[in-house]
């Protein structure tokens, strides 16, 4: 029973899980956000990498206005023609050759770690489990993502670890190797830029060593590009900047939907030959309003237009980050990331920084290693660029020292 005292503190009957900014927004526009004076807040957190084409595009809102006056739900128990429409995009510019459609991206990863054990259990061999994972990773919240993950916090007060989940330092070449010639060894997870981790991107090498080392043993390598996916590098999929290392399965999700929640577990015929009629399923997953929202926003961000775009602004956006660096030691240590993820490493606590930022009307994400992430809208332009940095320079003026007198903060 809760005590008069607690029961004081209670502001709403939402499982108090979150710690949200204290910022009231009530509508959104491309990169923009406003608040209930009007205020306007230039959005660098993209919903955690999700709102890819910004807030309200209108392709998107188009689409859910017309599906939302068709048909809603009807589970899939029967078929869903927008599954085989969105399949088929998602097989074609990529390697796969099934998907299977999700509502976030920790039932992706859930999918993904499935399909890899029930794999092994189909070639007579069930006692490959294990799945091989990274220090600093993140594959969602549930159970199986937590027990995948590399933050063990994310663990503590929730009983034992599950079997079949082994960790490795990213660097550790040797404890890798290990790892996957065990007999038990399943599958390797890996995000190919760390997001939650500290915007930590894996080199080519790092890539091609994975992709080698697990084909030698006969493992599977899975790639969690829920969070560098669907263009936030610049490529449709982080992967696709190295060639040769495409993965067995791979799970999306964030901007998939662009902002509407749907998530897919993409596999090739070989990987998924065990997931039958009846080893998995979802009673949302795929549905009509979420097929309709992914596909107009895939083809949108499919557009090779459109990657270019990200990668001109990624560039400016990095190379503008990298100037405020030499001109604040004391506030900035390391630029990292590719692409839109990106990731500054500071050098006072990363949530100070974040709550700076919100004075210059800037609205940051945390991440691992005491960096804060800039993950912008993929349409956002030269001049919003251009306002990013000035508010984040704004932000270093008023946390630390600098050569450059003049002040810029927001009015």
Known sequence: MQNPHEEALVTNHVLPVYSPAPVNLLRGQGVWLYDESGNDWLDCISGIATNALGHCHPRLVAALRDQ?????????????????MLAERLTKASFTDFAFFTNSGTESIECAIKTARHYHAGRDEPQ??????????????????????????????????????????LNDHDALAEAVAR?????????????????????????RRLREVTRRHGVLLIYDEVQSGMGRTGQLFAHQWVEGVEPDIMALAKALGAGFPVGACLATREAGAGMVVGTHGSTFGGNPLAMAVALAAFDEIARPELLDHVRVMAKRLRDGLERIRTLYPDVVDEIRGKGLLVGIRVKLLNKDFIAAARAQRLLLAGGGDNCVRMLPPLVITAEEVGEALRRFEATCEALGRTTAAPSLAVA
């Open 68 to 84: 939302a006056d068709r048909l809603w739900h009807v589970s899939n128990a029967l078929t869903i023609p927008g599954q085989a």
């Open 128 to 169: 490959r489990i294990d799945i091989i994972s990274f220090d600093g990773s993140f594959h969602g919240r549930t159970y199986a993502g937590i027990n995948a993950g590399g933050n063990p916090a994310h663990l503590d007060g929730f009983g034992p670890r599950l079997p079949g989940y082994v960790h490795v330092a």
């Open 183 to 207: 007999p038990t060894a399943a599958a390797v997870i890996v995000e190919p830029v760390q997001g939650e981790g500290g915007a930590r991107a894996l080199s080519d090498a790092d890539l």
